[in-house]
């Protein structure tokens, strides 16, 4: 689909195309300084996720594994991934 088609498609959706194409921006940015600060947490939410989500682990025991995995990974990555795309006068004080 072009570009065109895309703005039509949002414009017809109620959302407002620059905010969503900020908040992409902001989404994308955070996401490459969380890579590149703590790879391997953000490599390991991302797989914990991807597992369950796309139904890779069937058995009870492994779904919880990997949730209890997951949700220890982004109890750091989400605060930190919050605090970049929307900082406050309180984060940049020293």
């Not at 890779?56 to 919050?82: D, N």
């Amino acid at each position: 689909m072009d570009h065109n088609g895309q703005a039509a498609r949002v414009a017809g959706s109620g959302f407002d195309q620059e905010w969503l194409e900020d908040t992409a921006r902001r989404a994308t940015a955070t996401l490459r300084a969380s890579v590149q600060e703590a790879p391997y947490s953000t490599l390991g939410a991302a797989v914990g996720v991807g597992l369950v989500a796309g139904g890779g682990l069937w058995r009870p025991l492994g779904r919880a594994l990997v949730g209890f995995g997951a949700r220890i990974a982004l109890s750091a990555v989400v605060p930190a991934l919050i605090d970049r795309m929307y900082p406050t006068s309180d984060s940049h004080e020293g």
